[in-house]
């Protein structure tokens, strides 16, 4: 069965420590992985995609990295603003645009 | 750009009522999908529109029905309410749909069936 698997599921930090969200996929014919972050009460915002093994993108304190089966999102010495759920989804071959989600690592980061 | 809006933001309906939701996208998207977010699913995936034409729909019963207009805005039905069917209603847009693009999501509606 087509799967997305995120660990942590919740995760606490002191501001400053830095740390990394994991998400393993399997699915057949990666179309794309996607990184959104969702606040308590809002819809998911997009922060990055990427497409084959061995991408990295960067965004202020993140870092997104992919290989063949898994993803990691990278916080390096976080703020208490980056507390949110994050979330990883497939797009996988097949599914047109569809997209599986995983159930998202909830970040805290205390000051 | 103006992002992807849905109305209501929020909604209480007894069981057995009948909802609809609505979306409008990213000005130029012509792609909308609807996804369910509940705390033991998750985010999953219901239908999504494209060009008028429901295209691809998740694991969901009838009761769960959307369509989309000429202006790529999209609504969502349920029918029959349930108390399960309490839940945050998120519409995503994209441009065309196509397999790894990014879809954009819009704030959700939330939904209490009492």
């Known amino acids: 069965e087509d799967q997305v698997t995120q660990s942590p599921e919740a995760l606490r930090l002191q501001e400053g420590e830095s740390s990394s969200l994991n998400c393993s996929y399997t699915v057949s014919g990666l179309r794309g992985l996607f990184w959104y972050r969702q606040d308590p009460g809002k819809g998911p915002e997009f922060l990055f995609t990427l497409y084959s093994a061995g991408e990295e993108k960067e965004k202020e304190r993140l870092k997104a990295t992919l290989t063949k089966k898994e993803s990691f999102l990278h916080i390096t010495a976080p703020k208490p603003e980056d507390s949110a759920t994050y979330l990883c989804?497939?797009?996988?071959?097949?599914?047109?645009?569809?997209?599986?989600f995983g159930k998202g690592t909830k970040l805290s980061v205390k000051p | 750009k103006a992002g992807v809006t849905q109305t209501p933001r929020y909604l209480i309906k007894t069981r057995g009522q009948q909802v609809t939701l609505s979306c409008s996208p990213i000005?130029?998207?012509?792609?909308v999908s609807w996804y369910q977010q509940t705390p033991g699913q998750g985010l999953q995936f219901l239908f999504e529109y494209f060009s008028e034409t429901q295209r691809n729909k998740g694991n969901f019963p009838g009761r769960f029905s959307g369509r989309q207009f000429s202006n790529s805005r999209s609504e969502m039905n349920v029918s029959t309410l349930e108390l399960g069917d309490s839940a945050l209603y998120l519409c995503?847009?994209?441009?065309?749909?196509?397999?790894?693009?990014?879809?954009?999501f819009g704030p959700g509606t939330r939904l209490l069936v009492l």
């Open positions: 000005s130029g998207h012509r792609s």
């Open positions: 989804a497939v797009n996988y071959g097949g599914s047109q645009g569809n997209l599986i």
């Open positions: 995503a847009s994209s441009a065309a749909g196509e397999q790894g693009e990014t879809q954009y």
